[in-house]
């Protein structure tokens, strides 16, 4: 049975185990070795959830690169999103001409992906990829371009690995999805 855990009274069933989630960055970043060869990526992680597959993704680049950091307003202390992105940190590093790497923890609803796109493709950058571990294929706007996705996962609350359930849980090691509680049974029945 797979590992279970209770987080503020929520119960969570372990969904990615850190033994995939090794073998699909190893995966990724094979991919944008290759990609990338003979260029010097700038690799832009999107604080706070992607700290952790960041961290993990650039150890295995063989290639040179750079990194800096966006901080983009996250859900806050709820398992809905909110709809509305805001920055929070902006880049340090110039953008024109450069390779950049967007490197997301998760792809909901795509708006933080576009409003990454829209932010950084007036900078004139040479190219502009995205990379994400998670990427919930159900509730994705249409259009959104994603280039590397780790895992295509259905529209559950997730935590670990990076992931938050009101600030705690980032530091799990596997990936947890929010266990569905059953229906209610009708009274009188
Ligand atoms: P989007 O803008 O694509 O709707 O959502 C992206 C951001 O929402 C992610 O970077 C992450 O902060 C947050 N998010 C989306 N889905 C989840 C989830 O299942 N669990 C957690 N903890 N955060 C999520």
């Given at each position: 049975m797979a590992a279970q855990i209770t987080v503020?009274g929520d119960r969570f069933v372990e969904m990615i185990s850190e033994?995939r989630?090794?073998?699909?960055?190893?995966?990724?970043?094979?991919?944008?070795?290759?990609?990338?060869?003979?260029?010097?990526?700038?690799?832009?992680?999107?604080?706070?959830?992607?700290?952790?597959?960041?961290?993990?993704?650039?150890?295995?680049?063989?290639?040179?690169?750079?990194?800096?950091?966006?901080?983009?307003?996250?859900?806050?202390?709820?398992k809905?999103?909110?709809?509305?992105?805001?920055?929070?940190?902006?880049?340090?590093?110039?953008?024109?001409?450069?390779?950049?790497?967007?490197?997301?923890?998760?792809?909901?609803?795509?708006?933080?992906?576009?409003?990454?796109?829209?932010?950084?493709?007036?900078?004139?950058?040479?190219?502009?990829?995205?990379?994400?571990?998670?990427?919930?294929?159900?509730?994705?706007?249409?259009?959104?371009?994603?280039?590397?996705?780790?895992?295509?996962i259905p529209?559950d609350f997730v935590i670990g690995y990076?992931l938050?359930y009101?600030?705690?849980e980032?530091?799990l090691k596997a990936i947890y999805r929010l266990h569905a509680k059953p229906?209610?049974?009708?009274?009188?029945?």
């Open positions: 503020n033994r989630i090794k073998a699909a960055v190893r995966r990724l970043a094979k991919e944008i070795n290759r990609h990338h060869r003979g260029k010097t990526p700038v690799f832009i992680g999107i604080l706070n959830g992607s700290f952790i597959f960041f961290a993990d993704l650039i150890r295995e680049i063989t290639i040179d690169c750079e990194v800096d950091f966006l901080k983009l307003s996250s859900y806050g202390d709820a809905i999103s909110s709809g509305e992105v805001r920055l929070l940190k902006d880049l340090n590093c110039q953008v024109e001409g450069r390779d950049i790497i967007i490197v997301e923890d998760i792809v909901d609803t795509g708006l933080s992906v576009e409003y990454i796109r829209h932010l950084i493709e007036p900078q004139n950058p040479r190219s502009l990829k995205v990379v994400t571990l998670l990427f919930k294929s159900d509730s994705v706007k249409p259009g959104t371009h994603v280039d590397y996705i780790g895992f295509r529209s990076g938050d009101a600030q705690r980032r530091n229906p209610r049974a009708k009274a009188g029945t």
